[in-house]
């Protein structure tokens, strides 16, 4: 059977591309591939119940470049090879340029969450995303690809995929940990503590609300002195805590919060509408592109809709809200319908089983 190995700079339970990795792997077992992993980290409780390979370097923190010949035999039983991120977003050159070289003239999708010029502080930077006529680029939104072709490489748009009907999680139990009882307002942020995702704008939203904000991620690039500021400001309760499962969290919340000022997608808006859960959304342009699949969301800047829907009595309205965006999930971002395109891709490739 062939083998499909999945690189990036770390594996774990909640960040985005782990998750949309993992969704990945489950379309390629089901086309046939054994499929494993290799990072710089794996995080506690990573469970993918695949070989995993661990290639001191390869993470985003590591103070040396990885061994090639370490990566090089991590990589050697691979037919495939996903590079998630990690040649597209300049959080660790060494290991782009390492990785870059092992997988020059073999077949490789290097998939795109973050290409540098998407974030200020990388914009100088021009040697990633690297290319060769062995590769495939696939970009989760159309934007992406778009400005991609205008630096000469073509890519495919794979947006990703999700579970139709996700596991039900516990609101009551959930609920008890947190020591809330069920008429509490809560408003979850389902995010790690990094500046893009706008935490004061996500306080400030349980704030007008009168709910009590949760935020479920730890802080990341150094952002945790100015999260513990943001924290100690907030005049609404805030709980700081990894509680439960992902249905957990959205069984628990009565609003969830993504007031991102970027994305390169943005999973938990679209978890929201599959839990039939609410949501406030910034106005990131991939927010502008996914609304045009015909998703209704709240905005950030104008919280009177989003009260007068959570004070309502109209059930018929509030559910017609979240059996709208419910079936736009469906129909748009269903996990089967991303399998389609991630099959056709490698089968005109020649890479399928």
Known sequence: MP?????????????????????????????????????????????????THLVAGLGIDDPMPPDVAALTGALAHADLVIVENLCSIPLNLPAARAVTGVLRGRPAILHHHDPPWQRQRFEHITELPPDDPAWLHVTV????????????????????????????????????????????????????????????????IAEALGGTYWLL???EDGYGPTLAGELAAATCPVIHAPVGTRGDIYAAADLIVFPSTWEGFGNPPVEAALYRRPVVV?????????????????????????????????????????????????????????ARRLESLLD????LP
């Open 348 to 351: 005109g490739a020649g890479w």
């Open 282 to 338: 910034g106005d990131y342009p991939v927010a502008t592109e996914l609304r045009g699949l015909g998703f209704r969301w709240f905005t950030h800047d104008d919280l009177d809709p989003v009260a007068s829907w959570l004070g309502g009595h109209d059930q018929a309205r509030r559910d017609g809200l979240l059996d709208h965006n419910r079936d736009v999930a469906v129909r748009q971002l269903s996990l089967e319908r991303m």
């Open 141 to 204: 939104n159309d934007l992406t690809r778009r400005e991609m072709a205008d630096r000469g490489i073509e890519a495919t748009t794979v947006y990703n995929g999700f579970d139709p009907d996700p596991p039900t999680g516990d609101r009551a139990g959930t609920r008890r940990r947190l020591g809330l009882d069920d008429d509490t307002l809560l408003v979850a942020h389902p995010v790690r503590a990094i500046r893009r995702k706008a935490i004061s704008r996500a306080v400030g």
């Open 217 to 219: 991620g730890p802080a």
């Open 3 to 51: 083998r499909c190995t999945i690189v990036s700079f770390r594996f774990g339970l909640t960040d985005g591309v782990s998750v949309v990795s993992r969704n990945w792997a489950v379309v390629l077992r089901r086309l046939g591939f054994d499929v494993s992993w290799v990072a710089g980290a794996f995080e506690s409780g990573w469970e993918a119940g695949d070989p």
